[in-house]
């Protein structure tokens, strides 16, 4: 998304105001940080308003506006992580993607995150694991967990996966499925693992989306 200079001035002073005061700041508080006039900043406020990033609100007479992120205003600013669907880690099966909604997490424009809903790397993912993985151009030249599709067939799944040559190598974790190689060029790289959540913790952000395993 393009944004003119002066928005993104004022986009990086609220997410360095936000991690001053733990909390997004007040029209006022940010005009003052900027230094800009309240309506000169209202004009960029507007402007991202429109775009999708931001609602400005009113609070009542005598009361500050406040700022509230969209979730797309919160990736812009690394305030949370985009759950893309439901992946395998079983066989390379559909992926399905419906865009579930979005981890309320410090993330990056690097990371998305899938639900594991299969067993091909059991006892290291469980179905209803929320796995979280970072955007990446090229398939790993070591052994490393990755989210990969098929590019002819958009089937994906989570292996581990190495670079041979110009081919890659997929390894599942669970013994029970085979390992099988790909021409590099038909791979698409979803992104290396990062991390895991699992247990009550994923389950209440989940329910936030409205996710139900």
Known sequence: MQLTRGQQQVVQKMSALKRKLGRMPSVPELSAALGYSYQALRQHLGALERK?????????????????????????????????GYIAAGPM????????????????????????????????????????????????????????SDAETGRATLKYVTLQGDRVLLEPHNPA????????????????????????????????????M
């Open 93 to 148: 099966t559909p992926a399905v993607q419906h865009n579930l909604g979005l981890l309320e997490l410090p993330g990056s424009p690097e990371a998305c995150a899938f639900v594991v809903d299969s067993d091909s790397m059991a006892d290291f993912f469980l179905v209803g694991d929320v796995v979280v993985v970072r955007k990446v151009a090229r398939p790993p030249r070591s052994r490393e967990i990755c989210a990969v």
């Open 177 to 212: 499925y085979p390992s099988f190689t790909l021409p590099a060029r038909e791979l698409r790289l979803l992104g290396v693992f990062e991390y895991m959540l699992r247990g009550r913790s994923p389950e209440h952000l989940l329910r936030t989306l409205g996710v139900v």
């Open 52 to 84: 999708g990033l931001l609602e400005v609100l009113s609070r009542g007479q005598g009361r500050s506006s406040e700022i509230v992120l969209t979730p797309q205003g919160k990736l812009l600013l690394g305030q949370g992580i985009p759950v893309l």
